[in-house]
């Protein structure tokens, strides 16, 4: 939450869009496991919260690119690393008023 406050977005939206959680899709499961063979309860919880946070194409799109990333050799730590996507595209996410 610290990130979306820091961004000027407001904890009233931050708590509206983490009510309920999205599930991961097979595809965003298939990302994950590219780079986390077997995520924990806790880290699938966060994915979970920055989909949420991010909406759908946002937070696929984030994931996408970590993969990448990770393929590509660049990303050594792919959880350091997706934090940083996650805090990036949060602070440059535009609300619809």
Known sequence: ???WVESGK???EYERRTAKLPSLSIDDMDCIMSFEPDPEKS???ELKRAKALLGTDGFSEELHMLK??????VAENPR???NAFVKN?????KLRE
């Open 1 to 3: 939450m610290l990130a």
């Open 10 to 12: 407001s904890e009233d």
């Open 43 to 45: 880290f699938l919880f």
């Open 68 to 73: 990448c990333r990770v393929m590509e050799g």
């Open 80 to 82: 350091v690393y997706f």
């Open 89 to 93: 595209a949060i602070t440059n996410l």
